[in-house]
T-cell receptor, first 111, second 114 residues
């Protein structure tokens, strides 16, 4: 079983749509959780950290369910510029800062 | 404040040659991480270094790969006797001192082995 699993997509949505991505992780001791965005052939960029209480940044909302080992990202009012691959990322323990990446979910927003 | 710098951006090597990838962390950052992204796959952790120390190399292949982060100068990821399967994008990230800090990624080096 992969350490971090995501639906690869692609998700094709019209502008203005709401889209949700899900992710599961296998290590119950994982400590930190993130969503990164990666544009084609570019470096990953941090979109937001994810907290148990849930957090929101503009059109983006992230949720963490530790009991189910499940992370979600909701994008409201999709823009063409949101087209990218969204990476679910987990840091497994306090002993190391290494990041474990999912393979990503591809989003394509069309006019 | 310049971001994480990596060079070269593109590197072509023939099988059996050596590849040297360089990473200069953001100013004030003392932690460096290397990740590899094979075609159509996710990023995989390779190694975590602080100045003059390897902290975690659990993701490094056992042979041909080595990494260093000297007291002065950039971090170097070295691949000896490259094979076609080494073709990938290699990303470096840095973070400031202290635990649980955000990692900022460089633009990557795309290695192609002919």
């Amino acid at each position: 079983r992969k350490e971090v699993e995501q639906d690869p997509g692609p998700f094709n949505v019209p502008e203005g749509a709401t889209v949700a991505f899900n992710c599961t992780y296998s290590n119950s001791a994982s400590q930190s959780f993130f969503w990164y965005r990666q544009d084609c052939r570019k470096e990953p960029k941090l979109l937001m950290s994810v907290y148990s209480s849930g957090n929101e940044d503009g059109r983006f909302t992230a949720q963490l369910n530790r009991a189910s080992q499940y992370i979600s990202l909701l994008i409201r009012d999709s823009k063409l510029s949101d087209s990218a691959t969204y990476l679910c990322v987990v840091s497994p323990s306090y002993n190391t800062d290494k990041l474990i990446f999912g393979t990503g979910t591809r989003l394509q927003v069309f006019p | 404040n310049a971001g994480v710098m990596q060079n070269p951006r593109h590197l072509v090597r023939r099988r059996g040659q050596e590849a040297r990838l360089r990473c200069s962390p953001m100013k004030g950052h003392s932690h460096v991480y290397w990740y590899r992204q094979l075609p159509e796959e996710g990023l995989k952790f390779m190694v975590y270094l602080q100045k003059e120390n390897i902290i975690d190399e659990s993701g490094m292949p056992k042979e041909r790969f080595s990494a260093e982060f000297p007291k002065e100068g950039p971090s170097i990821l070295r691949i000896q006797q490259v094979v076609r399967g080494d073709s990938a994008a290699y990303f470096c990230a840095s973070s400031p001192d202290g635990p649980r800090n955000t990692q900022y990624f460089g633009p990557g080096t795309r290695l192609t082995v002919l």
